[in-house]
């Protein structure tokens, strides 16, 4: 069976690419009709959905670079760690609101940025790196290989500008969230003791109602 060319092969990733694109665009479009985009809650929701489709582009551009000598299982990773924020993140804004989840999330998002500013430098100088023709140990530059480090110095740059972004509005608005929790606080369940004790009135042999005895 004869092994597919490069070019097939690049045909192929980027028809599924583009797939996967238009699912992630379906469901923005279904995120936008359901969510208040006007509302502190709603920006937040909206600013982690960008992040959750750029995650997609940073994933697929981290695995054309995935071969890069020293530093290609490092962008993999990273592309993880993207999309498990994003994830987390949400939970946090819509369901999990309580104050050790929200401060959570909020150093991890500023943690996360700083290391997305670094992604980006490091990926946007090594495209800069010089072709050569020999092949020298832990050393990886081709034409090919710029191309896709531009990508992810690109995709890294948004990502940390996006990051920063969510991290200074769930500081500023972390009071919102906190009370929106409040309202969904559970009421604690009646113990035993505060269940009505119900009598029975029928009448006992002596002629009186029943459980009126301890009363006497």
Same mark, same amino acid.
């Given at each position: ?6 070019? *097939?092969?690049?045909?192929? !990733?980027?028809?599924? !690419?583009? /797939?996967?694109?238009?699912?992630? +665009? ?23 959905? @960008? ?7 940073? &994933? ?7 071969? /890069? ?8 990773? /990273? %592309?993880?760690?993207? &999309?498990?924020?994003? &994830?987390?993140?949400? @939970? ?21 940025? @700083?290391?997305?500013? =670094? #992604? $980006?430098?490091?990926?946007?100088? =090594?495209?800069? !790196?010089?072709?050569? #023709? ?16 531009? %990508?992810?110095?690109?995709? $890294? /740059? ?16 972390? $009071? ?5 929790? @409040? ?5 604690? &369940? +009646?113990? *035993? %003791?505060? *269940? ?16 009126? *005895?301890? #009363?006497?």
């Amino acid at each position: 069976m004869p092994m597919p060319s490069l070019a *097939e092969l690049g045909s192929d !990733c980027l028809e599924h !690419c583009m /797939t996967a694109f238009a699912y992630a +665009a379906a469901w923005c479009g279904h995120l936008t009709n359901h969510v208040n985009f006007k509302t502190p809650k709603g920006l937040m929701n909206a600013n982690l959905t @960008l992040q959750q489709v750029l995650c997609l582009g940073f &994933a697929i551009s981290s695995l054309f670079v995935s071969g /890069t000598a020293a530093a290609g299982f490092g962008v993999v990773v /990273t %592309s993880f760690a993207y &999309a498990a924020f994003a &994830a987390g993140a949400l @939970l946090v804004v819509n369901r999990n609101q309580d104050p050790i989840s929200v401060g959570l999330i909020m150093g991890a998002g500023l943690v996360l940025s @700083l290391f997305s500013f =670094l #992604t $980006a430098v490091y990926w946007g100088q =090594l495209s800069q !790196c010089q072709v050569v #023709t020999k092949r020298i140990t832990k050393y990886s530059c081709k034409e090919s290989l710029k191309a896709a480090m531009r %990508s992810v110095c690109a995709f $890294a /740059t948004m990502m940390f500008l996006l990051q920063l972004s969510f991290s200074i509005m769930l500081f500023y608005w972390r $009071a919102n969230i906190l009370a929106e929790s @409040l309202m969904y606080a559970e009421v604690p &369940a +009646a113990s *035993e %003791s505060d *269940e009505p004790v119900h009598h029975n009135t029928k009448n006992n042999n002596k002629g009186w109602p029943q459980g009126s *005895e301890d #009363t006497i």
